[in-house]
T-cell receptor
């Protein structure tokens, strides 16, 4: 079975540009999570969806960040305009449920904003 | 104060050593607990869940103390392949998932 798929794996962009990160969760998983990982702040939950509906976006840093899940097999995280402090590894994860359920992570997108 | 706190290490141990990691959490509504492993430049992967009665998986033992809001991971007979960062994860039933910053382990020959 394919795991969580993320694209692109690496993204280098200039400050002010729009960045779109993509994620395909594991088929049958009802929950999808977006995380950001940096050395300074560790792994932070940005937003998560249940059945394509955003449930908690309290971790989204500011209005420059937006996330959508138009269907059960696809989600995007968009940053517009991007800033150097957005440089990080962005992980998407999916799970069957919350609480006691394991989250399966994608390989991540390494974003560098110059 | 962070919701989930771990000793960042690094822990440098010889092969065959026993090493223990600790994790404390502050949210008393926390219900589920896990240890994840993250290799360098890779994604986190589940190592084991942590149950109230404690649980063991081969060389790995996890313990939970709800009264003290404390979780531990014990690794016996360390292998070179155990070198990684170990992340403590605490979930509420409402869906909130909080990761610790991780403890880095290096096992040396």
């Amino acid at each position: 079975d394919a795991g969580v798929i993320q694209s692109p794996r690496h993204e280098v962009t200039e400050m002010g540009q729009e960045v779109t990160l993509r994620c395909k969760p594991i088929s049958g998983h009802d929950y999808l999570f977006w995380y950001r990982q940096t050395m300074m702040r560790g792994l932070e939950l940005l937003i998560y969806f249940n059945n394509n509906v955003p449930i908690d976006d309290s971790g989204m840093p500011e209005d420059r960040f937006s996330a959508k899940m138009p269907n059960a097999s696809f989600s995007t995280l968009k940053i517009q305009p991007s800033e150097p402090r957005d440089s990080a590894v962005y992980f998407c994860a999916s799970s069957l449920g919350v609480g006691q359920y394991e989250q399966y992570f994608g390989p991540g997108t390494r974003l560098t904003v110059t | 104060r962070k919701e989930v706190e771990q000793d960042p290490g690094p822990f440098n141990v010889p092969e065959g050593a026993t090493v223990a990691f600790n994790c404390t959490y502050s949210n008393s509504a926390s219900q589920s607990f896990f240890w994840y492993r993250q290799d360098c430049r890779k994604e986190p992967k589940l190592l084991m869940s942590v149950y109230s009665s404690g649980n063991e998986d081969g060389r790995f033992t996890a313990q939970l103390n709800r009264a003290s809001q404390y979780i531990s991971l014990l690794i016996r007979d360390s292998k070179l392949s155990d070198s990684a960062t170990y992340l403590c994860v605490v979930n509420t039933n409402a869906g909130k998932s909080t990761f610790g910053d991780g403890t880095t382990l290096t096992v040396k020959p």
